[in-house]
């Protein structure tokens, strides 16, 4: 067998490179993706999705089931209300209840796509479904819809052509160990947040490469501070992050005393991070009746996975807990969008599902769960016929647009030097900073200031030569800037947001503003910015009233 030198190893990358085109590049590969991608397909165009992993196994939403927001409409009112509600004042009610309205009117879609909702009276009960079914089933409607699928095939650069409009993607195929090139006319960047490789189920494939792109490119990110969740696992199989089976648990400390952890009934949110930065903490699902144990053990199957693997009965035994961070995937931070039809600032750029703020759905608050599932259904069609109507608005010739690639740190060599730099050391050091509960959860000026000295640090040495010897090492070269990138936006959000709100808590100022009823924009690579996006529009009061008109918001 011959041995490649590294020379021949980049030679034979560039000579192998696939090149294709389309009207419309999907970037992604969850139910955000999928539906963007069946959206612009339905318009007559010709569409592309590339997916990191495989698309229908890869993401959060394939590896277990998930609540939907999807209420019937005699519902909607009130559910529209909770929402803006735990939002406190930041998200906006047109978006929520068009939210909701798509959801509810795209369901009965899957069903007849071939998912089995299950039945109550002979009636669906869409309320709910099972991850890896319902990304099967949307493989084969793409397949159907003659959507073609790169798998293996993670997107890292968008190309932009030259009046600043995107004009497709380039990015690896793992499996044909070369590069690919997409030439298209829109782009729709539907890729998922960013969980910083915390190991939460599914999220590994999260690692905040949209976003980097989309800055890249002129785009800009919103809500940022909003990045910073955390959700409860076992501490033995620290992977899994279902948290509703634990709303029947009682907790204790290493002796056994009973550390409480409920209000009025229900799980205090703030309890389970302040105890663990004080100790070990146990729980037992003790709380649970029969009734509901059979619903929960249904319903969220794979949260009691961990414990048949051990021998543990979760409801007798105790068993350690931990916090996982999930970062902006069940956060609310993302890229900037513009418009209804889920626009960027970069003309011909979409975004949709995790990839994009959900600001105007949970204001600073987590959009986990059924939020975010109704989030990816709406936002991905939305985007999905923007970015087709955008495509044919250019013509014929829109592929034929001279294009640059707009991929900069981790892309190319920077040194004189043959050194490289160490993607796993840097990716360590932007998960020192992420993940402790005293950095990322209780926030102080100090602290954050501490942490973005040491993210600019790590910034300043991914200015140096990437590894790019095969399509792993340039894949994992710019995985470790956009976690970078995305924990510096992160942070430098968080220090310029000097209140309390929802998921965003400032220990040295620990109340709510009312007086800070903005959204904060930001961006930038080398010099960080933020702006603030004040929201204009009168505070709603039960009941109720919802408004025929965009979002307002003006700019500082």
């Not at 709910?128 to 099967?136: A, K, L, N, T, V």
């Not at 920077?414 to 020192?432: L, M, W, Y």
């Amino acid at each position: 067998m011959k041995i490649t030198t590294k020379q021949e190893e980049k030679e034979l990358l560039a000579e192998n490179e696939l090149q294709l085109s389309a009207d419309v590049l999907v970037i992604g590969g969850g139910p955000a993706a999928a539906w963007a991608a069946w959206a612009a397909a339905s318009q007559g165009v010709k569409v592309i999705i590339a997916d990191k992993g495989f698309l229908g196994t890869s993401g959060a939403a394939a590896a277990s089931g998930n609540g939907i927001m999807a209420p019937s409409p005699e519902n909607w009112d009130k559910v529209v209300s909770e929402r803006y509600r735990v939002a406190k004042d930041l998200a906006n009610l047109r978006w929520i209840e068009r939210v909701v309205e798509k959801t509810w009117l795209s369901l009965p879609l899957v069903e007849k796509w071939g998912y089995r909702f299950p039945k109550e009276n002979g009636e669906s009960v869409r309320q709910s479904y099972y991850g890896p079914e319902y990304m099967r089933v949307m493989r084969k409607n793409l397949l159907r819809s003659g959507v073609q699928i790169l798998d293996q095939s993670p997107a890292l650069e968008l190309l932009l052509a030259e009046d600043g409009s995107v004009a497709g993607a380039r990015g690896v195929q793992r499996q044909h160990h070369r590069t690919y090139t997409v030439r298209a006319g829109a782009v729709v960047l539907a890729n998922g947040g960013c969980a910083f490789l915390s190991k939460a189920l599914g999220c590994n494939t999260n690692t905040g490469d949209g976003m980097l792109m989309a800055v890249e490119a002129g785009g800009e990110l919103s809500s940022m501070e909003a990045s910073n969740h955390y959700a409860i696992s076992t501490a033995f199989n620290a992977t899994v992050t279902r948290g509703v089976p634990f709303g029947w648990a009682s907790y204790s400390d290493e002796a056994g005393n009973d550390l409480g952890g409920y209000i009025n009934g229900r799980r205090d949110p703030a309890f389970l991070p302040n105890a663990l930065m004080k100790g070990s903490v146990y729980a037992r699902l003790d709380k649970a009746t029969d009734e509901v144990k059979a619903v929960i053990e249904k319903s969220h199957f794979i949260a009691f996975l961990p414990y048949k693997k051990a021998g543990i009965d979760p409801y007798t035994e105790r068993v350690p807990v931990t916090l996982i961070l999930e970062g902006t995937v069940r956060g609310t931070g993302g890229i900037r969008i513009i418009d209804d039809s889920c626009a960027t600032k970069v003309p011909g750029l979409y975004a949709a599902g995790d990839a994009a703020s959900r600001e105007f759905l949970a204001g600073l608050a987590s959009g986990g769960g059924g939020p975010n599932a109704a989030w990816a259904i709406s936002t991905g069609q939305w985007a999905g016929v923007g970015a087709a109507a955008f495509a044919k608005s250019l013509g014929a010739l829109a592929n034929e647009r001279v294009a640059r690639a707009a991929g900069q740190v981790g892309m190319h060599s920077n040194s004189p030097t043959s050194e490289t730099f160490d993607n796993e050391a840097i990716v360590r050091g932007v998960q020192a900073q992420m993940f402790p509960l005293e950095k990322n959860y209780l926030r102080s000026e100090q602290k954050l200031l501490d942490s973005l000295a040491k993210l600019e640090t790590l910034w300043q040495q991914l200015q140096g030569n990437p590894k790019q010897d095969t399509v792993r090492d340039i894949e994992f070269s710019r995985r470790a800037v956009a976690l970078t990138a995305v924990a510096r936006w992160a942070y430098f959000s968080a220090l310029h947001r000097t209140e309390t709100r929802s998921e965003h808590i400032r220990v040295d100022y620990p109340q709510t503003d009312p007086n800070q009823r903005y959204y904060q924009a930001t961006g930038g690579l080398d010099k960080l910015w933020v702006r603030r996006d004040w929201i204009t529009d009168a505070i709603a009061t039960p009941p109720v009233q919802t408004t025929q008109t965009p979002p307002v918001v003006s700019k500082l």
